[in-house]
């Protein structure tokens, strides 16, 4: 089976750290570009940050900003979203998706990432609370 699978998520303190990963199964992942998303209920999903197959990160959220890390495990086979300092405003389901065709860079505006999306995961609750 061909799917994206996030992990990592569920309560993290205010001030603390979150670090979600994402797997593909039947697939490498290293072959393409993988951004995370997140949606906040009520708001339509944005993107985080975006990890190219050359090692190249992108960020589009002002909010995460300074605080945000994407990355490959090449051993693992993962792409991992870390955010220091977690704010309540951080609460949202968090999805991983790939970008197409195999070996395309992450777009720098996040209209064009959303319009390059092939596979989503099925995303992950992380809620922010003391």
């Known amino acids: 089976q061909v799917q994206l699978v996030e992990s990592g998520g569920g309560l993290v303190q205010p001030g603390g750290s979150l670090r979600l990963s994402c797997v593909a199964e039947g697939f490498n992942l290293d072959d393409y570009a993988t951004g995370w998303f997140r949606q906040k209920p009520g708001k339509e999903r944005e993107a985080v940050s975006c990890?190219?197959?050359?090692?190249?990160?992108?960020e589009y959220v002002d909010s995460v900003k300074g605080r945000v890390t994407i990355s490959r495990d090449y051993a693992k086979k993962t792409v991992n979203l870390n955010i220091e300092n977690v704010k309540p405003e951080d609460a949202a389901i968090y999805y991983c998706?790939?970008?197409?065709?195999?070996?395309?860079?992450?777009?720098?505006?996040?209209?064009?990432?959303?319009?390059?999306?092939?596979?989503w995961g099925q995303g992950i609750q992380v809620t922010v609370s003391s």
């Open positions: 998706a790939t970008v197409m065709p195999r070996g395309r860079p992450c777009p720098s505006q996040e209209s064009a990432l959303l319009q390059v999306i092939g596979r």
């Open positions: 990890m190219s197959t050359t090692d190249f990160s992108t």
